[in-house]
């Protein structure tokens, strides 16, 4: 049986793979279950289909068969890219103060990021193909390819910083290689979920799609980088060996996330399963509720704003069943006494 067969006929449970003989060009499909994150069986098959490609890659040209050029990651989730880390599993182990189980995740998913983000240490070029919303690891998954491909009608973001926590799987150390580090703190404490076209703007999306077409533009890019693509990948090993992505530093960070994590508080964990739910449903619920817990940090009355603060306690221990406010905007309350005060002068 030849290398290539025997890294696509693996018995898969949650990734799919197809080989493109004319491409040189491995693609392996994420299609998780219950819901489109990282789950822990997913993160195995992408360790075992990663080491596959490693072990066969040498044979394969050995034996002058099709070796692999290209290693491609895409999505069998219709309008989902990833929505990034196991938040159940998360709430799960921080609330059972269970350290080693959520470090030992965190190292999985450092382990593959870092073995695509080194182009499984051989020359060929890794590309993430974005079709649809990639949050969280998600994104940070897309970021770790050589090549960032994304369709324009693609949503991306890390709205760790929602929950009371911060991407700690490879985000940072990503993020400031391609854009600065001003630029990436930026990105990870806002919360928000750009549009394709924006990070396109920005640098870090290299390829822009049109929607539908993204497969497509992976084939073009793979046509155009053919032809130069000594000299290409001569340019990016001479990059990775004066900026590598370094293993340890993905570690250290990664750890720093455990420890964050372990701190974060009931109310921060009921931020986190909000999310949870979201994950079980389409895109279009995912960003609403990623829009509405934006408002429920971000405003200023954002203790009652959620769905669930009410009943509250107050500092004299009395119970507030519901809002009793009749304007939810102090500020605006505030400027209208001034204005009444005002129109009242001037009518005295």
Known sequence: MSGVAEFINQDYQQLSVRYDHHQSAAWFYMNPSPRACFTPTLLTEIKRFQK?????????????????????????????????????????????????????????????????????????????????????????????????????????????ILFNLFPGMGAYSLLARRVGMAQAEKIITSGKIYTADELYEMGIVDVLAEKGQGREAVNEYIRKHKRSSNGLRAIRAARQRYNPVDYDELMDITKIWVDAAMQLTKKDLRMMKKLVGAQDNKRARLITELGSLQKVRTSQDRRIEAADAFPLVDSNGGVIQFDRRKKRDRRQVLANDEVEKIEAARAS
């Open 52 to 160: 596959m490609v490693s072990q066969n890659y040498h044979s394969l040209k050995e034996h002058n068969q099709h070796p692999v050029n290209y290693v491609v990651l895409a999505s069998q989730t219709p309008g989902v890219f990833n929505l990034g880390g196991d938040l159940n599993l998360f709430a799960q182990h921080i609330e059972e103060k269970n350290r080693d189980h959520l470090l030992q995740y965190a190292t999985a998913c450092i382990e593959v990021l870092h073995t695509n983000a080194i182009n499984l240490a051989l020359p060929l070029t890794t590309i993430s193909l974005v079709e649809g919303v990639a949050l969280g690891g998600g994104f940070e998954a897309a970021l770790s390819s050589n090549v960032l491909v994304a369709e324009r009608n693609s949503e991306m973001g890390l709205p760790e």
